[in-house]
């Protein structure tokens, strides 16, 4: 099967019907594009101001956020589109989608980062729950992409993954744990 724009379009027609199908998918590339275009631009632009130690703003953050609109080069060296590409991406998008989640349900949870705005009482249980939810659903779906697509190697990585978070969670640890401020020692 030739995976081109109109082939995957085919995969909509029976909910929708032929003609309404490539309309729908069309949108649905473009949305994706445009979504996609600025969220990798808002992060490549915050993630070099952050490797480069400079301040959010200014031209460094214009420049690492440039960097992205490189893609627009890509029709000079293709002469077709790759749609295949987005089945990759999605694919992609999925197994990574619980990472977010899981730093989000964290994130709520730090008094630290959220201050006076963490969710207290009832509605930090609801949020806590639905949550948990979500984070196990996108565990699912991640752990079941991984399979259908890749299988054991999928899985594998998943697993070298896992552990590597958990080396580098207690480096940190420890060596946080072994600095001492120098102001808090008394003489």
Request: net charge positive.
């Amino acid at each position: 099967v030739k995976r081109d724009s109109f082939n995957l379009a085919e995969a909509l027609a029976p909910l929708t019907g032929r003609v309404f199908a490539q309309y729908v998918f069309g949108l649905g590339v473009l949305g994706m594009v445009t979504g996609a275009a600025t969220m990798l631009m808002t992060i490549n632009g915050l993630c070099l101001c952050e490797l480069l130690n400079k301040p959010r703003g200014g031209w460094t953050q214009r420049i690492g956020s440039l960097m992205v609109a490189l893609g627009v080069l890509a029709p000079l060296f293709y002469n077709q589109a790759a749609f295949w590409l987005a089945i990759v991406a999605s694919v992609c998008c999925m197994t990574l989608l619980p990472i977010a989640y899981f730093t989000f349900f964290l994130m709520m949870n730090q008094k630290a980062l959220l201050g006076d705005s963490m969710p207290r009482g009832g509605r930090r249980l609801l949020w806590n729950v639905l949550m948990g939810i979500a984070c196990s659903l996108a565990s699912v779906g991640s752990l079941w992409t991984l399979w259908a697509k890749v299988r054991w190697v999928g899985i594998g990585a998943f697993a070298c993954f896992c552990a590597l978070v958990l080396v580098v969670h207690v480096a940190r640890k420890r060596r946080t744990a072994g600095d001492v401020d120098p102001l808090s020692v008394s003489a």
